[in-house]
């Protein structure tokens, strides 16, 4: 584990890099954290992803902000969202997968990205530009973002026929953030392209359902049925040639 520094459009993107023991090129993963930003989560999240043989790197994207202030309700939220321009995220976000590819032990051919609530739709709206994504797994991530934001932020769910990765979606089924029938009908859009292998996939549990450092929201059962499926979901479309 190391940490780094990535150049960004206005400043340096901080992270914690993992790598899997030995000198083999791998299949890497870049992590990126809920809303409410960087966190242990995030790191656990990468760190789990290198005890499966990825190179993983947890990325702080608020980095250049200052970092994520306390998010105490519904009005903070949006104001940090307000504060947040998504095409420059995702402009700092290529700039990462650059930097990541370019580590000599990854395999340049073979990267995905993790997202946690925003960094999910971020994920997801990189595979509508060519980044060369192999997949993304999104959890509890707003399709429509709503409020303050609905008409000024990048929408995935606008863009479903332009995804060239596949997706996995995952939700909780009682997510006060999304509700079910925006569920239903992301689902039904990605439907439209089977032959895209995207998965959507709803689980017991509220938003950050799968994050363990919130022990208020995390619900261990869910989060690990989760992690089998996107684990299963990586593995299929992150295969290498045969040694």
Not at 202 to 231: D, K, Q
Request: net charge negative.
């Amino acid at each position: 584990m190391s940490e780094v520094a990535i150049p960004g459009v206005d400043g340096d993107l901080a992270g914690v890099l993992f790598s899997p023991a030995g000198e083999r090129v791998s299949a890497a993963v870049m992590v990126l954290p809920e809303i409410d930003g960087f966190c242990d989560g995030t790191v656990a999240a990468a760190r789990r992803l290198a005890l499966s043989g990825y190179v993983a790197l947890a990325l702080d994207p608020f980095a250049p902000y200052g970092s994520t202030p306390p998010l105490r309700g519904g009005e903070d939220t949006m104001a940090w969202l307000a504060r947040l321009n998504d095409r420059r995220q995702l402009s700092d976000l290529a700039m990462a997968l650059a930097w990541l590819r370019a580590l000599r032990n990854v395999d340049a051919d073979r990267v995905a990205v993790v997202g946690f609530s925003i960094g999910g739709r971020y994920g997801m709206m990189l595979t509508t530009e060519p980044h060369g994504l192999r997949a993304v797994a999104a959890f509890y991530s707003r399709p429509w973002p709503g409020g303050a934001i609905a008409d000024v932020a990048l929408a995935p769910g606008n863009h479903v026929a332009k995804f060239n990765a596949p997706v996995c979606a995952v939700f909780g089924d009682d997510d006060e953030m999304i509700p079910q029938d925006m569920v239903e009908e992301f689902r039904s859009l990605l439907a439209r392209h089977p032959s895209s292998g995207h998965e959507l996939h709803l689980f017991p549990g509220r938003h950050f359902f799968a994050n363990e450092s919130r022990p208020r929201r995390y619900v261990p059962a869910s989060a690990e049925e989760a992690w089998t499926i996107v684990g299963d979901f990586l593995a299929a479309h992150m295969a290498g040639p045969p040694d």
